[in-house]
Nanobody
Framework: QVQLVESGGGLVQAGGSLRLSCAASGRTFSSSAMGWFRQAPGKEREFVAFIDWSGGSTAYADSVKGRFTISRDNAKNTVYLQMNSLKPEDTAIYYC?????????????????WGQGTQVTVSS
C-alpha cells in the first residue's frame, strides 16, 4: 500500500515562495516516477511537474516553467516542489501522485496513487 502526504501549503503574497513536500510510504518510491498536479476551483486537475525515479529527468507545465522546481530525495522517500515568484493564478490545491507507468508522464490518468492535497493561496 502506498500513501502520499503533502505538506507546505499556505497563504503567500504574489512574488513569494513556498516549498511543498510529499512524503511517501512503501518500498517502491525510489523506483517510481512522481508528479505534482493542481486543481483550482471550477477547473480540471492539471499537470504541474514530474520527475523520474532517479531525478535525472524532469518536466514542467509552460505556466510554471522557470519558477517551479521539482526534486526528490529517495533516502527520505520525499518529493519536493519549490515554487518561486508565485502568482495569484497559482492558487489551487496541489497534489502529488505516483506514476503507475515505468516512466514519468503528464497524463493524470497514468498516476495510480494520490495524496490528499495541500492548499496554496497567492494573494495579489
Amino acid at each position: 500500500q502506498v500513501q502520499l502526504v503533502e505538506s507546505g501549503g499556505g497563504l503567500v503574497q504574489a512574488g513569494g515562495s513556498l516549498r511543498l513536500s510529499c512524503a511517501a510510504s512503501g518500498r517502491t518510491f525510489s523506483s517510481s516516477a512522481m508528479g505534482w498536479f493542481r486543481q483550482a476551483p471550477g477547473k480540471e486537475r492539471e499537470f504541474v511537474a514530474f520527475i523520474d525515479w532517479s531525478g535525472g529527468s524532469t518536466a514542467y507545465a509552460d505556466s510554471v516553467k522557470g519558477r517551479f522546481t521539482i526534486s526528490r530525495d529517495n533516502a527520505k522517500n520525499t518529493v519536493y516542489l519549490q515554487m518561486n515568484s508565485l502568482k495569484p493564478e497559482d492558487t489551487a490545491i496541489y497534489y502529488c501522485a505516483r506514476s503507475g507507468r515505468n516512466y514519468a508522464t503528464v497524463n493524470r490518468n497514468d498516476y495510480n496513487y494520490w495524496g490528499q492535497g495541500t492548499q496554496v493561496t497567492v494573494s495579489s
